[in-house]
Every structure is written in structure tokens, then in C-alpha cells.
């Protein structure tokens, strides 16, 4: 009844039309006088039941999403990027579709660690690790560590010590290649704080380093180019400087490197129609590029990993909110509801946009042209400019916004002690509490001063 492509056609295209459900859960249907319900749940029955501000995440939608990836790069390590969202449910499910997992602190790492994940298969990252995240990365036992920096180098082998486990590693190599959808995700070029340039040296001299600590064991090289990427081609510049810097490494240092992370940043759309990356073509053509290009320098091909995380998790929630006013000043419509920029910082970091829904009730009404505002006491505080909604929108409506599941509540604060909304899944008719509402009392218990 939904009327639209599931999960593995929606990571390779979009379309749009009248009244387009291309963008949200596969699960997602129609019913009656508006409503639309996910894995089988009403989304007003979920607002009644839980209350808004909340997230709705579709158990079954993340699995199908990890299961493509693994379909589609079925000899390559697929590392879900947890900083996207983590929670001891997403933990569980990733680990049981396959994937490995890619964290950035302590907190993420001792999370999954603590909910059953197997610390070998996850790798740490970071472009400044604090001690304790080193700590806990080597007490744990994790997979591997991405070195950013050289001072990284000497910190984690005094840190193993002498005679102790050799800590598998990799060096995070910035290719030169400018990819992205805003300047502020893209990581690729050397005018930004990761990783170690290729053109200036210091990636090489960083490897040269590696390769002189007995402690640690360089593994592979990793690459991480930007986010929201939908063009294969920047993904290929960088998969061809990446092997040529294997194939030197091997003439200077007389080593195969046996690992190559892609890292992530695969695009997906946010609004009906946008362009997304077509990931059947991504991996035919970064598999094709990896096994010519070893093939012209004769090396051995590395095992290639990439790490999704937005394309994994983002399509698969929805955000819900209560609109508490409506207000015409001049020629603008507001439509404020009951979150905002605690819950969702993205429209005011990185411009971007977003297509909410009126759900709940049918419209007869014509559409006019809005502006859905937070609570916040901030001017910026805005999470869907210029959107088309019922000219009969109304105090106590429910909107709902799809594509909600990245770097959202992974991103959310305290701004105004409003607290962080709840994570509610749906799945095949069922829904449960995830992550329970965050509550006055959460800020008072951390609030020790008198």
C-alpha cells in the first residue's frame, strides 16, 4: 500500500511524485484520513503512546540496509560508523547482519564492547584520542586504531609497551580530493584537521614511522574523503592514490600492505528526487579500480573495507513533533513545534533540509509555503525552511519528518534543559523503547554544585 522501492533500490535511486514515500522506511504505509504507519505501527498511536518530541527507528530497515551492503561488497570488511547513532539495539543488530563497526571514543567503544559486540572486529577512530579512549581501545582489545597524527605514533607504543600484544594500526592518509555535500564534511583535502596529507610528505613519513615500532603492526592504510558524497568518481581518484602509496611503501619499506578502508560518506536524500550514490556502481567500480591498479603496480590486492553509517541508519528513522503554534508575519508562515535544535543541530551547521509531513488527519485544505521552527530561544533554531504543508496546519497537528536516523540524536544537546527525545523501534507490528526520554531529573542528578 506504501507504493514505493524497498530498501536496496532506495540506496541506488530516488523518485519523485505527487505525494512521494520514496524517502522513508520501506515498511511505511498508508491508512486512513492521513496516517502512516511504520513496521506495521501508526505513527499517532507511537506519539500518543510515547509522547513527542521522538524518534521512530524501523528495526527492519536498518538490517535491510546492512544486508545490501553486504551483497554489494561481498569480499570487502563493511564497518557500520556508529557515530551516526549507537545504542545497545543497533549494537545487536549490526552484529548479527555481518558488519563490523567503526567508533570515535571511549563512550562508543566501551558501549558496543558492553552489549555483546566483539571488540576485534571494531576499529577506533579520532583526530585527537585522549588517553583514556587509548586506554580503553588496548585494554578491550579493538581490532585496530587509526592513527591521525604523529604524535599518536609514540603514544599508543608506549602505551602497549615492550614485550606486550602488538597493536594492529592503520595510517589515515588525506588523498587530496575535495568531495562532499558542505565544506564542513569534507575531509579529503588539506585544509581540514584529519588525517596526514599525501602531498606534503607527511603520510609517508608517518608509515615510515609506524613501520619502526616493534609495538605496532601497520596493517593497511585508511582513507576518509567526506560525507554525503553521491558521485563515484571522487571515490576512485582517491582508491588510485591510495594504491599508488602502496605500491611505494612496498619499494621503500619491502612491505605488502594487506587492508585498504574507503571509509564512508555515501550520500543519500533527504527530500523526494534528490540525487543519491548508487552503491552497485560504487562497489563494481572501486572493486574493478582496486584489482587494475594492483594489477599495473604488482601488488597484492588488500582487503578493502568501507564504513557506512548515514546510509545505514539515517533512512531509517523518522522524527516526530507536535506543532504547539502557527504564526503569519507578513508573508511568512511558522509552523513551531515542540523539538528543534537539541534534537536535531544539522539545519543550523549545514544548511540542510528536510521534507516533513502532516500525519494524523486529512487535509481538504490548499498547501501553503512554511517554515517549521524548534522551541529554542535562537533565531537559527529552524528544521525545515520553505516546506509545502496543509494551508490548515494547526496547533496540536503531528508532523513527522522522514530520514531522521543519522546524526540527529547523535548530535543532540541540553540546549534550555529541554531534554533529549526518546528512541522508540518499530518492528512487524510491535514498538519498544530504545532510549528513554531524557527528563529534568537526568539534569538535576549531574547538577552536584550547591
Not at 37 to 65: H, K, Q, S
Not at 132 to 158: F, K, M, Q, T, Y
Request: aromatic share 4%; with cysteine.
Amino acid at each position: 500500500m506504501g507504493g514505493h522501492t524497498p530498501a536496496t533500490a532506495v540506496l541506488s535511486k530516488v523518485r519523485a511524485s505527487a505525494d512521494d514515500l520514496s524517502i522513508w522506511p520501506a515498511s511505511t504505509t498508508r491508512l486512513t484520513h492521513g496516517e502512516l504507519a511504520i513496521g506495521g505501527v501508526p505513527l499517532t498511536e507511537i506519539a500518543e503512546r510515547f509522547d513527542t518530541p521522538a524518534y521512530v527507528l524501523d528495526e527492519g530497515e536498518v538490517r535491510a540496509r546492512c544486508r545490501t551492503y553486504r551483497d554489494a561488497f561481498p569480499e570487502a570488511a563493511v564497518l557500520y560508523a556508529a557515530k551516526a547513532f549507537l545504542s545497545r539495539a543497533v549494537v545487536r543488530w549490526v552484529r548479527e547482519e555481518g558488519l563490523g563497526l567503526d567508533v570515535c571514543s571511549a563512550g562508543e567503544l566501551e558501549l558496543a564492547v558492553t552489549a555483546g559486540f566483539p571488540p576485534e572486529r571494531i576499529v577506533l577512530h579520532g583526530n585527537a584520542k585522549p588517553p583514556r579512549d587509548l586506554e580503553a581501545a588496548l585494554r578491550l582489545g579493538v581490532g585496530r586504531i587509526v592513527i591521525d597524527s604523529p604524535s599518536e605514533i609514540a603514544r599508543i607504543a608506549a602505551a602497549v609497551g615492550p614485550g606486550g600484544r602488538r597493536q594492529k594500526v592503520m595510517v589515515r592518509v588525506v588523498p587530496g580530493v575535495s568531495a562532499g555535500g558542505h565544506d564542513k564534511i569534507r575531509t579529503g583535502t588539506d585544509d581540514q584537521k584529519f588525517g596526514l596529507s599525501l602531498t606534503d610528505g607527511a603520510a609517508q613519513h608517518a608509515i615510515a614511522r609506524v613501520l619502526g615500532q616493534p609495538e605496532l603492526e601497520l596493517t593497511g592504510l585508511h582513507c576518509h574523503i567526506g560525507s554525503q558524497i553521491t558521485d563515484v568518481k571522487p571515490y576512485l581518484v582517491a582508491l588510485r592514490r591510495m594504491v599508488g602509496l602502496m605500491a611505494r611503501v612496498r619499494d621503500a619499506h619491502r612491505v605488502v600492505l594487506a587492508e585498504l578502508d574507503m571509509g564512508g560518506g555515501h550520500g543519500i536524500a533527504y527530500r523526494p528526487g534528490e540525487p543519491v550514490l548508487d552503491l552497485t556502481t560504487l562497489a563494481r567500480r572501486m572493486r574493478a579500480e582496486l584489482v587494475e591498479g594492483c594489477a599495473a603496480a604488482g601488488l597484492t590486492v588488500p582487503r578493502l573495507a568501507v564504513e557506512p553509517g548515514r546510509a545505514i541508519v539515517g533512512p531509517a528513522g523518522v522524527a516526530l513533533y507536535r506543532v504547539l503554534t502557527v504564526k503569519h508575519t507578513g508573508e511568512k508562515v511558522f509552523v513551531a513545534v515542540d523539538g528543534g535544535m537539541s534534537d536535531n543541530p544539522r539545519p543550523a551547521l549545514y544548511g540542510v533540509r528536510y521534507a516533513p509531513r502532516l500525519v494524523g488527519r486529512a487535509s481538504t485544505a490548499g498547501s501553503c509555503t512554511a517554515t517549521v521552527v524548534g522551541r529554542h530561544c535562537e533565531a537559527g533554531d529552524i528544521l525545515a525552511a520553505d516546506v509545502e504543508l496543509p494551508g490548515d496546519i494547526r496547533p496540536g497537528d503531528l508532523l513527522a519528518v522522514p530520514v531522521a536516523g543519522a546524526y540527529q540524536l547523535s548530535m543532540a544537546s541540553g540546549y534550555n534543559l529541554v531534554g533529549r527525545p526518546a528512541v522508540i523501534a518499530v518492528h512487524e507490528g510491535s514498538a519498544r523503547t530504545l532510549v528513554r526520554r531524557e527528563t529534568l531529573e537526568d539534569f538535576r542528578s549531574r547538577d552536584i554544585g550547591g
